[in-house]
């Protein structure tokens, strides 16, 4: 089966970090992209971050509410993808799920492999 699987959601306060992470099992992506949304009760699914295969350090996009504070990145040999969460604000209290095998034209695509979802809450 293919299964991705978030962790290191948690309660944080505002201004503090946090860093997710995802790993994939059943099958390699280390040729696909890989991505993080956000869902926040009572509002659409967001665009979080991408990071892509061929170069990830020069393939990352964010979403603009995050920009700046958050960083995305990849370790193929773990099959796990990151999030490191900086400056936190009540804002980014969410569930984050993590998905695999996207691309990106205006929009962000997401793919058909999704994670369960970490829930991330951040205190004032």
């Known amino acids: 089966q293919v299964q991705l699987v978030e962790s290191g959601g948690g309660l944080v306060q505002t201004g503090g970090s946090l860093r997710l992470s995802c790993t994939a099992s059943g099958v390699s992506f280390d040729r696909s992209d890989m991505a993080w949304f956000r869902q926040a009760p009572g509002k659409e699914r967001e665009f979080v971050a991408r990071?892509?295969?061929?170069?990830?350090?020069?393939?990352?996009l964010y979403g603009d509410s995050v920009k700046g504070r958050f960083t995305v990145s990849r370790d193929n040999a773990k099959n796990t993808q990151y999030l490191q969460m900086n400056s936190l604000q009540p804002e980014d209290t969410a569930v984050y799920y993590c998905?695999?095998?996207?691309?990106?034209?205006?929009?962000?695509?997401?793919?058909?492999?999704w994670g369960q979802g970490t829930q991330v809450t951040v205190s004032s």
């Open positions: 998905n695999a095998d996207g691309y990106y034209t205006t929009t962000y695509h997401p793919g058909k492999y």
């Open positions: 990071v892509g295969w061929t170069a990830p350090s020069l393939s990352t």
